[in-house]
């Protein structure tokens, strides 16, 4: 129940703040926009939901023990996956401001 609390929380947040409690934490050091956050947000909501279903099959499924010894590295094997797996999914666009400070006035932006 402690995966489904942390993802009510996420989707709570993300409606009562501007940008969402992701956003809160991260938001300064990796300067993306608002629908980025938006989509990590749910994203990160999803993860923890099926981190609860996962741990709520394998414990009907299996013996004590066995659920008992998963337990601890399911959430570890799901977090992993998600740290590979969604950045792909993310369109990572560069922040305006970012760009404008790298890039110098006048150097032609590659696709423009």
Do not use: D
């Not at 129940?1 to 929380?9: D, E, H, N, S």
């Not at 956050?37 to 013996?63: E, M, P």
């Not at 990572?92 to 970012?98: G, I, R, Y």
């Amino acid at each position: 129940m402690l995966w489904i609390a942390f993802a009510v929380i996420i989707l709570l947040a993300q409606a009562a703040l501007p940008h969402g409690l992701v956003h809160t934490l991260w938001g300064k050091r990796l300067n993306q926009g608002a629908v980025f956050w938006r989509k990590l947000s749910f994203a990160t909501a999803a993860l923890f939901v099926c981190l609860a279903i996962v741990s709520i099959v394998l414990a009907q499924v299996l013996s004590f023990e066995s659920w008992l010894r998963i337990r601890t590295a399911a959430p570890f094997a799901g977090l992993l996956l998600f740290v590979l797996v969604i950045p792909r999914r993310l369109a990572v666009q560069p922040h305006p401001t970012l760009e404008a400070a790298i890039l110098p006035s006048g150097v032609p932006v590659k696709g423009s």
